[in-house]
C-alpha cells in the first residue's frame, strides 16, 4: 500500500472518529437544533448513527494501526475495507437498534428517562462489531426466510 493512501486512510478514519465525538457533543448541548430545526425530528437516530460511526471507525484504526505496526498493509485492495465498513457500521447500526425496538430482535432496554443509552450502547457495540453483526443477521435472515424445498417437489 502506497504511502499518500495510508495517510489519506488514518486521516480519514480519525476525522470519522473526532467528527463523530463532535457531532454528539453537538446534538446533546442542543447547538445543532439551533442551526437546524428538522433535527429535533430525527434525533434519536442520529445518536445511533454517530454511535455506530464511533465504533466502526474506533475498531478500523486499531486493525489499521496493529497491521501498519506489523508491516501488514501491503495488500492495495485492503483500503476499501478502511473506507467502507465504517459506512456500513453507521446505517448498521442504526437498523439494528431499529430491529430490537420493534421486537424482531429479542433484546429488552431499560428506559432511562428520556435517553436511550442501552439503544445507544448496542449502536456502538454495533458498529464496532460490524462484520460479526452482518454474520449474525446473515443467519437469522436465512432462518426466517428458509423455504421448504422437500415440501415443493412433492
Not at 475498531?59 to 489499521?64: A, E, T
Request: glycine share 8%; with cysteine; charged share 10%.
Amino acid at each position: 500500500m502506497k504511502t499518500w493512501l495510508k495517510v489519506f486512510i488514518l486521516a480519514y478514519l480519525s476525522l470519522l472518529f473526532f467528527g463523530s465525538f463532535i457531532m454528539v457533543g453537538l446534538l446533546w448541548t442542543g447547538a445543532l437544533e439551533k442551526s437546524l430545526p428538522f433535527v429535533s425530528e430525527i434525533k434519536v437516530f442520529l445518536y445511533y448513527f454517530f454511535a455506530g460511526s464511533i465504533g466502526g471507525s474506533l475498531r478500523h484504526l486499531y486493525m489499521f494501526c496493529s497491521h501498519y505496526m506489523k508491516g501488514e498493509l501491503t495488500n492495495y485492495r485492503e483500503w476499501i475495507m478502511y473506507i467502507f465498513y465504517p459506512i456500513f457500521a453507521t446505517g448498521t447500526a442504526v437498523i439494528a437498534v431499529l430491529l430490537i425496538d420493534s421486537g424482531i430482535l429479542l433484546i429488552e432496554f431499560i428506559d432511562y428517562g428520556e435517553t436511550p443509552y442501552a439503544q445507544i450502547s448496542i449502536a456502538f457495540f454495533v458498529g464496532f462489531g460490524f462484520n460479526r453483526f452482518i454474520n449474525k443477521l446473515n443467519a437469522v435472515s436465512k432462518n426466517m426466510f428458509q423455504t421448504n424445498k422437500n415440501n415443493n417437489n412433492q
